[in-house]
């Protein structure tokens, strides 16, 4: 299987940025990392994905460590939306066959 | 991003009755479809792995004439809870997959709850 920890639970307020963390020790040099959230009754939903360097989108950037044994998922401005379980995920991308092995994830909270 | 829609959201069936779930992909061809299920405030447990054309791949654990796969088409899975009990009930979601995608896309999720 493939692990990661991360903390349970965050707490963030409103607008400011939030830096979730994932260890990721036993990662190879071909795998990828990945976040997908889930908020409530719903299924998951990616976020960000990378190999070796930091990623940006519109949802959020990714730093990756030079060791690629951790990384951190940041969204620049916590809204009340962004409240949901973060998952980190590795794995590689073998063909079609991509399969994800979920963790618990961290919990975000987020403040009004 | 890519649309992957599953149906119904929610469906409530009597214990022994059997279920359908569909899981299609809007806007490209899924080559690999994942079914996972998910019980209250606990993760998602990968059930079984299914490639167009051929059998699905079933998780330890998973009984396989019990959750029936069938992905006829690469824009089509389905999963059928057949003799449904209450203890099949959960929150089920599809993924899928594709060749040219890095990411998989998930499907909004299906309530079962069997009665």
């Known amino acids: 299987d493939a692990k990661t920890t991360q903390p349970n639970s965050m707490e963030s307020n409103e607008e400011e940025p939030v830096h979730l963390p994932c260890n990721h020790s036993?990662?190879?040099?071909?795998?990828?990392i990945h976040w997908y959230r889930q908020l409530p009754s719903q299924g998951p939903e990616y976020v960000i994905h990378g190999l070796t360097s930091n990623v940006n989108n519109r949802m959020a950037s990714l730093a990756i460590a030079e060791d690629r044994k951790s990384s951190t998922l940041i969204l620049h401005r916590a809204t009340l939306r962004d409240a949901a379980v973060y998952y980190c995920?590795?794995?590689?991308?073998?063909?079609?066959?991509?399969?994800?092995?979920f963790g618990k994830g961290t919990l975000l909270t987020v403040n009004p | 991003g890519a649309v992957v829609s599953q149906h119904p959201s929610r469906v409530i069936c009597k214990s022994g009755t059997s279920v359908k779930i569909e899981c299609r992909s809007l806007d490209f061809q899924a080559t690999t479809m994942f079914w996972y299920r998910q019980f209250p405030k606990q993760s998602l447990m990968l059930m079984a792995t299914s490639n167009e054309g051929s059998k699905a791949t079933y998780e330890q654990g998973v009984e396989k004439d019990k959750f029936l796969i069938n992905h006829a088409s690469l824009t089509l899975s389905t999963l059928t809870v057949t003799s449904a009990h209450p203890e099949d009930s959960s929150f089920y979601i599809c993924?899928?997959?594709?060749?040219?995608?890095?990411?998989?896309?998930f499907g909004q999720g299906t309530r079962l709850t069997v009665v």
């Open positions: 995920i590795f794995n590689g991308v073998r063909g079609s066959n991509y399969k994800l092995t």
């Open positions: 993924s899928a997959s594709g060749l040219t995608r890095t990411e998989a896309f």
């Open positions: 036993t990662i190879s040099g071909t795998d990828y």
